[in-house]
């Protein structure tokens, strides 16, 4: 299963991408560093509060659509591939060749 701060993480990023927005971009927005958007996106530690909330300000989506779409995002994984994250709550999972 996804864990839950992976799965934000991948919602973040297809929103900030579904904007046409680089990662320097929104950190600015968000009032934060890049490596901290990074780190976030990539789900490698959970974030505060604050943060979340700044990102889904800056983007303009409330904090619990992006929730909503990790916990689809997790529901959906079937751990045959890497799941790739689409705005509205969409997924696709891609499962590299052998």
């Given amino acids: 299963m996804l864990l839950l701060q992976k799965a934000f993480g991948l919602s973040v990023s297809a929103e900030r991408k579904a904007r046409k927005l680089t990662q ?17 996106e990539r789900g490698l530690r959970p974030s505060g509060f604050d943060t979340m909330e700044s990102i889904s300000t800056a983007l303009g989506v409330p904090l ?12 959906t994984n079937t751990g045959r591939g890497r799941t790739v994250a689409k705005p509205r ?3 696709a999972t891609v499962t590299a060749k052998k």
């Fill in 64 to 75: 619990s659509t992006l929730f909503r779409r990790a916990e689809d995002l997790q529901q």
């Fill in 24 to 40: 320097l971009e929104l950190a600015e927005l968000a009032n934060i560093s890049t490596s901290a958007l990074s780190v976030l």
């Fill in 89 to 91: 709550g969409r997924s």
